[in-house]
């Protein structure tokens, strides 16, 4: 067996430095994509919580056999905030964002059955005046939450998504509001 030439010793460390420096700046990119699309992720899972709690809602509204407006904005409430759920996945898995479901989401899903267990307590008129409130106190929440989102949102289809989001919710909200006055 012959002995490798000290060019071909140099070749070889070279290529292997090359490829060790090749390695760290990948890792180094994966770790700047983990947080940029963490941050995304916990976004992301947070604003189907709380579409998932709007839907729940409006379902309970449409079992509690309510009428007229309100039987139209449950409806909408519904389809609306089940159509954004169904975006926000098809984001997500498009952008190869992990939806993190920790803590923040969890308090989201409590909060929502907090809600549902307040709500199913009552009927009639009673029930349909504290819908609407309910719909008008949660949509200027999760406004405050989607303008904060929207700040800190890393990927720009990302940051769209939060902005259509917002505009839908911002549109509930005066449908809330509208529907409430008009109750008084």
């Known amino acids: 067996m012959t002995r490798p030439t000290s060019s071909f010793r140099v070749l070889a460390a070279t290529t292997a430095a090359l490829l060790f420096a090749a390695a760290g700046a990948l890792v180094t990119n994966a770790r700047a994509d983990d947080k940029k699309n963490g941050n995304d992720g916990d976004m992301l899972a947070q604003i189907i919580a709380i579409d998932e709690n709007e839907v729940h809602a409006a379902q309970l509204a449409e079992k509690k056999d309510v009428h007229g407006p309100i039987e139209s904005f449950a409806r909408m409430i519904r389809e609306d905030h089940g159509r954004n759920i169904s975006d926000t996945e ?3 898995d498009k952008l190869d964002i992990d939806l993190k479901k920790g803590d923040p989401v969890t308090t989201i899903h409590d909060q ?9 307590a009552l009927k009639g008129d009673e029930f349909q005046r504290s819908f609407i409130d309910e ?16 700040r800190h949102a890393q990927n720009s289809q990302v940051k769209q998504h939060l902005e259509a989001t917002r505009q839908r919710v911002e549109f509930h909200l005066k449908e809330a509001e509208r529907l409430q006055s008009s109750m008084k």
């Open 90 to 92: 098809k984001l997500a």
């Open 112 to 120: 929502g059955e907090s809600m549902l267990d307040r709500l199913d």
């Open 135 to 150: 719909m008008v106190n949660g949509h200027r929440a999760a406004l405050d939450k989607l303008d904060d989102f929207i």
